[in-house]
Structure formats: C-alpha cells, structure tokens
C-alpha cells in the first residue's frame, strides 16, 4: 500500500530560525496536505496544494508540491514558540476521500 | 461556525465490552471521515461517507468494527468486543461535498481517546 516518509522524526531549534521538512512517497499523490497537531488536539489544517509544482503560503508557512508529485516540503520562517507541535504531511489520491498521512515531524522551539 | 465535535472527549471500557463513539461535522458538510491515531504514528483511515452511504470502508480493521449516519449528519464509530489493541485516539474529519477543491480539505475534530483496560 502507499506510504510516505516524513522527516526529519523531530527538530529541535532555536527561536527565530527557519525550519524546513519534507515528506515523500512512492506513488503519485493528486493533493498535498499539511496539518499541524497539538497535545490533546485534532490535526489543524494549515496549507493544501493540488498542482505538481505549486508553491503555497501561509503567512511564515510555505509549502511546495513536487513537480513528480511524490513529494512535498513545508518550511516555517523566523520559529516562534507558539509553533511547537507535531507536523503531518498527508497524500490524497484525485477521487479524493481517504488521506493517506506521514509519521510526523516533532517541532521544539527553544526562546 | 462550530467545528467538528466529537463525544465523549475519552472514554476508558474493559476488555470485550461495547462502545460507541459519536461525530458531529461540520454544519453543510456532506463528507465525514473516520481515522485512527495511535501513540506516536499519524492517523489512519477507517471509513468516509458520503451523505448516508460509506463510499470507502476499506479502513475497518476487522468485523468489530462498524460506522453508521443514518441522516447523514451525525455519525456513530460502534467497536463491538473492544480488545487493548484497539485502545488509540479515534478522529474524525468533515469536508465539503466533491465537485470543488474544498472537497479535499478535511477538518478534523479533537477525537476520542479510547482506553480498553
């Protein structure tokens, strides 16, 4: 079955530093989602892209679809503390439905 | 608006007893989604509907397990004979009906925490 890798596992950064993660699979994806969680949370929808190529933003999110459309990165500018939590990246195939989720990148932020 | 909610927030059963979790979507959504979270993993899909009818269940882990919504609102996740492996966070998600790209943004609530002693 499909499955993507998510790394790095966990960062652990300074505040003001810019942070970058990337997801990947080995099949073709029609969707790119990126959520964020937080303890005792649901994941919160932070960027979707749907064009291999696309380059999205979000404030001091940025996020890219591959031009292969098996990958995809999220870059966070300028960390503030607040943005600790755990981030997922998640495929969808082009009948939408099911996401298909990475194992997470753990984000601290040292102030 | 009001997001996804989810009851109970958690629940703790003993081993081979029913439970029965419920999902709220959001309001004018048509599509809703169950997924399972366990310790340290992304969530995993279950089930999506699609108004009334589950248009894909090939997340059900086994025949324990089983989703209604019967109006297409509100749907119910029942895990007959619970087991300590099925103990997780169990979420859901709501998007808006296919046809537009809002379709593939789903919401998510913030899920029951399901302990099977």
């Known amino acids: 079955g499909q499955q993507l890798n998510q790394s790095p596992q966990s960062m652990f950064i300074q505040e003001g530093e810019d942070v970058s993660m990337n997801c990947t699979s080995s099949?073709?994806?029609?969707?790119w989602l990126w959520y964020k969680q937080e303890p005792g949370e649901g994941p919160v929808l932070l960027i979707a892209?749907?064009?291999?190529?696309e380059l999205t933003s979000n404030g001091r999110l940025t996020a890219q679809f591959g031009i292969t459309r098996k990958d995809s990165f999220l870059n966070i500018s300028a960390s503030i503390p607040s943005d600790v939590g755990i981030y997922f990246c998640?495929?969808?195939?082009?009948?939408?439905?099911?996401?298909?989720f990475g194992q997470g990148t753990e984000l601290s932020v040292k102030p | 608006g009001a997001g996804v909610s989810q009851t109970p927030s958690n629940k703790v059963t003993e081993k081979g007893k029913y439970v029965e979790l419920r999902c709220d979507p959001i309001?004018?959504?048509?599509?809703l989604y169950w997924y399972r979270q366990s310790l340290g993993q992304g969530p995993e899909f279950l089930i999506y509907?699609?108004?009334?009818?589950?248009?894909?269940d090939s997340g059900l882990p086994n025949d324990r397990f089983f989703a209604v919504r019967p109006e297409g609102s509100v749907s119910t996740l029942k895990i007959q004979r619970t087991e300590r492996g099925d103990s997780a966070v169990y979420l859901c998600?709501?998007?808006?009906?296919?046809?537009?790209?809002?379709?593939?943004?789903?919401?998510f609530g913030p899920g029951t925490r399901l302990t099977v002693t």
């Open positions: 998640a495929g969808q195939l082009w009948q939408g439905g099911k996401l298909i």
């Open positions: 309001s004018g959504h048509t599509a």
């Open positions: 998600a709501s998007s808006l009906e296919p046809g537009g790209i809002a379709f593939y943004e789903q919401y």
């Open positions: 892209l749907y064009k291999a190529g």
């Open positions: 509907f699609q108004g009334t009818g589950a248009a894909d």
């Open positions: 099949s073709i994806f029609n969707t």
